[in-house]
């Protein structure tokens, strides 16, 4: 943490030296939840990748919007949000339940440092719920049954998988994740995906290295196509795989000329979907 660094006493264990993709991201939002180990990996980063702080932020507001579309329009009430990272403003359960005050929400993360701020997850509404897991997504097993003490997944989920994907190598089978998550959902459920792009900008490579000599968790950036992949078998909700300020964006929002962001996306499962074939969905929205 910035500072000081108070509560070392309540992070015992935890390698502070090395840097982690949450307290990472936490500085590149301008958060103040980092050790020295993570903002200078995030200043190296910064220094190869113009305009990443307003990738960062466009995610966060992506965030944002596909939960509100959720919640709001789509009438889903139920929402596993994998990847949570550290608390910030306008976390998923804040957002569904100012639209829907009985929406039950499940967090899950793996990093310690999100788990001493799980509190500010659980701030529930009367009327809805929230947990906190602490768990792997390499692990779909695991979230699925413990996340069954809250969410009944006999009624759409939405499945939130935001800022999280890249950190999991192709060696480990990403798609073969999601796609044991989505199997267990039911018809009407939901997938939001952003992740970080390599095909956007000629610096995106660079700085994947840059990251990758430096955090503790490697990423691999991946292109829109096999981004897509993600949601075989899902009908993408307007207007499709777009980078994510472009998104369904609020009126008045702002866009730096020549930006970009990360690829994104939601998509609704209305039945079972086919077997991943490495092919590519419909990449344009057909979804309302």
């Known amino acids: 943490m910035t500072g000081a660094e ?84 306008d976390n998923t359960h804040e957002v569904a339940q100012k639209a829907a005050p009985d929406a039950r929400v499940v967090y899950v993360d793996n990093d310690p440092i999100v788990l001493l701020h799980a509190q500010a997850l659980l701030r529930s509404t009367p009327e809805g719920a929230t947990d906190y897991l602490q768990a792997d997504l390499r692990e779909p097993g695991m979230i699925l049954d413990r996340a069954a003490r809250i969410l009944d997944f006999g009624q759409p989920v939405a499945v939130m998988l935001l800022g999280v994907l890249h950190l999991i ?28 792009a390599i095909d956007t900008h000629r610096a995106q490579a ?29 009908d993408l909700v307007e207007p499709g795989l777009v980078q994510v300020h472009q998104w369904r964006p609020d009126p008045g929002d702002f866009t730096p000329e020549g930006v970009v962001s990360a690829h994104g996306a939601v998509g609704r499962k209305l039945c079972d979907p086919a077997p991943d074939t490495g092919e590519n969905p419909v990449i344009a929205g057909r979804g309302n």
């Open 206 to 234: 660079e700085a994947q290295r840059v990251y990758n000599e430096r955090v503790s968790t490697p990423q691999t950036l991946r292109t829109r196509e096999q981004v897509a992949r993600f949601f075989a078998g899902l």
């Open 6 to 89: 108070p509560g070392a006493e309540r992070l015992a264990g935890l390698d502070t030296s090395v840097a982690h993709p949450a307290r990472v991201y936490d500085y590149w939002l301008g958060g103040k939840d980092n050790f020295a180990a993570d903002r200078e990996a995030a200043e190296r980063v910064l220094a190869v990748t113009p305009g990443l702080r307003f990738r960062v932020r466009a995610n966060r507001a992506f965030l944002g919007r596909a939960t509100r579309y959720l919640a709001a329009d789509a009438g889903v009430r139920q929402f596993l949000d994998i990847g949570t990272g550290i608390p910030t403003g």
């Open 169 to 196: 190598q192709d060696s480990e089978d990403p798609w073969g994740i999601v796609a044991q998550l989505m199997d267990a959902m039911p018809s009407g459920s939901y997938l939001t995906i952003s992740h970080p």
